[in-house]
């Protein structure tokens, strides 16, 4: 997950994927999920203006792991491990969890949150450029989740596509990027991201080799199934 705080909000130009109020409507099904882990998270999200995936998207990850039993999981892009917590839950109970992040803060704020529960033994989680860790764990896995800098995602793509296991995802966040993968001349975050986006997404759903969805709940959330 990209480090840098969430720009999004109060912005006109934006659209928003889901009608809040089904949002809403969605949450509000949601009540058996309200551990105060996940509150103490989502303050935390909320008071520092810290972009996580929220509640909706988090159970759609944890039903993914769990469709496929998966053992091992490779983030790009952990945050303080919002995602990572929802992934585990849905992991087998020897799984592995990689979790990358560039900044040392958010591991310190990882371990902070998750050392309690029994999730934590579950996470590898190493500081650094997500490529790089991921060129240095070996073996293949079942899913591959990127969440970092939107620039990157292309690269991401490239690399992590050869190493997901037959009948495994590759999942990205914010492929709908507020909208602005439709808009006409948007207002970017960092110059470039939008157009990284636009080829990440081509890209996939451009492979033989991939089976490809787009759930637009939130920021959008693209789900690519290996064949």
Known sequence: MSKLANPNRLNPQLLSPVDPRIEKYMLSLTKATDLPILSAMEKFAHENNFPIVDRLVGIFLEFLSKTISAQRIFEFGSGYGYSAFWFARGMSANGQLFCTDGDAENLNQARYFLQATEHWRKIHFQTGLAQNIFHQTEGAF???????DKGDYPEIWTIARKRINPGGFYIADNVLWHGRVVLENPVDIMPGWTEAILEHNQMI??????DTFINPTRDGVIVARKK
Do not use: L, S, T
């Open 142 to 148: 079942d899913i591959c989740y990127n969440d970092a």
């Open 205 to 210: 759903y451009e492979d033989p080799a991939f």
